[in-house]
Structure formats: structure tokens, C-alpha cells
């Protein structure tokens, strides 16, 4: 079975600028997180989305949106993009949404925003 | 809110020593804790997953133990090699907030 797929891999923005991650969960997963993270603030929850609906979301400013197609497939968008949005974002997946279901991660997106 | 701390944060040791990695955790109430491997530049590897009703899980030469009501778990790793060499995660998924919560790692090296 195939794993976490995260595209594109590499991006480079400049500041103001927006740009869109995408990231395939394990077939038949149906929850996809997305995760930020840099070397000051390590790892942090951004959002969950399952059966195409936003469950949970963390401390973040809206600039940061996401979807969740039926497919389970999910996108995340950041606009106006600032310095410090540079990170590598990280999306996981899980077979529900339910508190004991192991994550899976992918490779991560590498954002510069320059 | 919880919070995750994991120590040492750096460990180098020679080939073939057994090693044990903290993780301490404020709130007790949680569903479940995971230890990751992360190599530089890389994803997350989900190594180890411990349910809050387990005391520990076993894989290869890896043992996570879980004391949920003193807030820690340890990850032990034996007779290491210098392919263990990574940053070593540690997540835990809490009641509140329904989302994991990392510590900052603890980068391992394993010498030859």
C-alpha cells in the first residue's frame, strides 16, 4: 500500500505571494492533518479535516486555509505569505478521525519564502 | 495544554550500546502516545503507537514503555547502529485540543 504522497516537495515564494500544498493520504484513510514545522517552534497542529469537514484546527492566523476533497485528498493554502511561514509542511493521515488511530506522515513540503 | 518535553536532546553514543530517550507529558489524559524517527530534510516515521491502556509496545530491537499516570514514556533502543542515527519524536494525542502534541526531539548519533 502506497504511503503519505506530498506534492510539490520544493517551493520557493516570495513574500506576499500565496501557494497551494497537496497531500494523498493512504488509501482508505479518510482523516488528513497538516503540520508545521520549523527549528524555533518544532512541530505544530495546524488542522484536521475528515469526510471533507474541518474537525479541528490550531493556533493559527487565517492566512492558513485547507480542504478536503471526496477522495479524502486535502489541500492546503497560505496566503500573503510572510518570512516566517517559511517551514516544511508535513501532512498525516489516519484510517478515522477517532483518538486511537495510529498517524502516518508523508516526505513534507519545504516552503522559502523569500 | 499540554506540553511535551523529551531529554536528552542530543545523545552521541558509540556502536552497539543500549540507549533509553525520555519523554515527559503534562496532562495525563491522553489517547495514546507515538515515538517517531526523523532522518534530516525527511518525513515522520511512525515507529512505535501505545494506546493510553497499554504499558508498553515492542518492535525489533526498540520497547516504548508508558506511565501514563506520571506523565512519561521512554523509547529504549538496543545493541544501536549507526543507521539508528536520527532525530527521535515524541507525540502525544490528547483528550483536549484532539491533536498531537510534540516534543522537540533528541537527535541521536551513533558512532562507528
Known amino acids: 500500500k502506497a504511503g503519505v504522497t506530498q506534492t510539490p516537495r520544493y517551493l520557493i515564494k516570495t513574500r506576499g505571494q500565496q501557494v497551494t500544498l497537496s497531500c494523498s493520504p493512504i488509501s482508505g484513510h479518510r482523516s488528513v492533518s497538516w503540520y508545521q514545522q520549523t527549528p524555533g517552534q518544532g512541530l505544530q497542529f495546524l488542522f484536521e479535516?475528515?469526510?471533507?469537514?474541518?474537525?479541528n484546527k490550531g493556533n493559527f492566523p487565517g492566512r492558513f486555509s485547507g480542504r478536503q476533497f471526496s477522495n479524502s485528498r486535502s489541500e492546503m493554502n497560505v496566503s500573503t505569505l510572510e518570512l516566517g511561514d517559511s517551514a516544511l509542511y508535513l501532512c498525516?493521515?489516519?484510517?478515522?478521525?477517532?483518538?486511537?488511530?495510529?498517524?502516518?506522515f508523508g516526505p513534507g513540503t519545504r516552503l522559502t519564502v523569500l | 495544554k499540554q506540553e511535551v518535553t523529551q531529554i536528552p536532546a542530543a545523545l552521541s553514543v558509540p556502536e552497539g550500546e543500549n540507549l533509553v530517550l525520555n519523554c515527559s507529558f503534562t496532562?495525563?489524559?491522553?489517547?495514546?502516545l507515538q515515538w517517531f524517527r526523523q532522518d534530516p530534510g525527511k518525513g515522520l516515521t511512525s515507529l512505535l503507537l501505545?494506546?493510553?491502556?497499554?504499558r508498553e509496545q515492542t518492535s525489533g530491537r526498540l520497547n516504548a514503555s508508558l506511565d501514563k499516570s506520571s506523565g512519561r514514556s521512554t523509547l529504549y533502543i538496543a545493541a544501536s547502529q549507526p543507521g539508528d542515527s536520527a532525530t527521535y519524536l515524541c507525540?502525544?494525542?490528547?483528550?483536549?485540543?484532539?491533536?498531537?502534541?510534540f516534543g522537540k526531539g533528541t537527535s541521536l548519533l551513533v558512532t562507528p
Open positions: 507525540a502525544v494525542f490528547s483528550n483536549s485540543g484532539y491533536a498531537l502534541n
Open positions: 479535516y475528515f469526510s471533507e469537514t474541518q474537525r
Open positions: 501505545i494506546q493510553s491502556s497499554q
Open positions: 498525516a493521515s489516519r484510517q478515522w478521525a477517532g483518538g486511537t488511530d495510529e498517524q502516518f
Open positions: 496532562d495525563s489524559a491522553i489517547y495514546n
